[in-house]
């Protein structure tokens, strides 16, 4: 299954590596889409891949620590 999310992430964590880590952890193939990092705040939009139950802990987890998800529907990246 596949998921397209938007992630955006607060000053205090651009630098830490959550995808990875989520990837990891929840066997959760991440697909960078688009990515824009400026000193005060991250965003990301991702497609991940993975069984529906990792995607959904995945997105659980990286909300957990801070990060907004927003879920993107349909098959345009804007």
């Known amino acids: 299954m596949k998921k397209r999310v938007k ?3 607060p000053q ?8 990875f880590t989520m990837a990891k952890k929840y066997d959760v193939m991440p697909n960078i889409r688009r990515a824009r990092v400026t000193d005060t ?3 990301m939009v991702l497609e991940l891949d993975g069984t529906e139950e990792n995607i ?3 997105i659980r987890s990286i909300r957990e620590q801070g990060v907004d998800v927003e879920l ?3 098959d ?3």
């Open 12 to 19: 205090h964590l651009i630098k830490e590596p959550i995808i």
């Open 72 to 74: 993107i529907e349909g």
């Open 7 to 9: 992630l955006t992430f």
């Open 56 to 58: 959904e802990n995945g």
């Open 76 to 78: 345009i990246i804007e």
């Open 41 to 43: 705040v991250g965003e």
